[in-house]
C-alpha cells in the first residue's frame, strides 16, 4: 500500500479527478495549499489596500491511499492530467503506507482502500458523466 501526495496547479483540479476516477481511484483527499518549487518570482498582491508581496503559489494537494496494483495507474492518470510544461506543474511523492484502518466499519488494509465499483454500483457513472 502507498500513500501518494500529489501537489498540481489549481486549474489543473477537475482534469486530475476525472483522470483519477477514469482509471477507478476514487478515494482522495484534496486541499488547498500553498507553496513553491521552481517557480520563485514573487508577486504583488492586496491585503486591505496594502501592497503585499507573495512569493508561494496557491496550489492544490491530493492525498490518495492506493494498494499496489493502483499505484503507477496513479501516478500516470496525474502526469497525464496536470502536465502543462511549464515550471510550477507540481510535484508527486509517492510513500508506503504500513497500515489503514476504515473508521466507519474497522475494515484494515487492502479492505479499507478504495471502494471497489462493483461494491457500488454506479458510483463511477456518478462521478464521470457519461461513463
Known amino acids: 500500500m502507498k500513500l501518494i501526495t500529489a501537489i498540481v496547479r489549481p486549474e489543473k483540479l477537475e482534469d486530475v479527478?476525472?483522470?483519477?476516477?477514469?482509471v477507478q481511484v476514487t478515494g482522495m483527499t484534496i486541499t488547498q495549499v500553498a507553496g513553491h518549487g521552481g517557480e520563485r518570482d514573487?508577486?504583488?498582491?492586496?491585503?486591505?489596500?496594502a501592497p503585499l508581496v507573495n512569493?508561494?503559489?496557491?496550489?492544490i494537494?491530493?492525498?490518495i491511499a492506493v494498494s499496489e496494483p493502483f499505484v503507477q495507474a496513479t501516478v500516470d492518470a496525474i502526469l497525464k492530467s496536470a502536465k502543462t510544461g511549464d515550471v510550477g506543474d507540481g510535484k508527486i511523492f509517492i510513500r508506503p503506507l504500513e497500515q489503514v484502518v476504515?473508521?466507519?466499519?474497522?475494515?484494515?488494509?487492502?479492505?479499507?482502500?478504495?471502494?471497489?465499483?462493483?461494491?457500488f454500483p454506479g458510483i463511477m457513472e456518478a462521478a464521470i458523466p457519461g461513463c
Do not use: Q
Not at 479527478?17 to 477514469?22: Q, S, Y
Not at 514573487?42 to 489596500?49: E, Q
Open 42 to 49: 514573487p508577486y504583488a498582491t492586496y491585503f486591505r489596500g
Open 61 to 63: 494537494r491530493f492525498d
Open 17 to 22: 479527478k476525472i483522470a483519477l476516477f477514469a
Open 55 to 59: 512569493e508561494f503559489h496557491e496550489k
Open 102 to 119: 476504515r473508521i466507519r466499519t474497522g475494515e484494515t488494509d487492502l479492505d479499507a482502500l478504495t471502494p471497489d465499483p462493483m461494491r
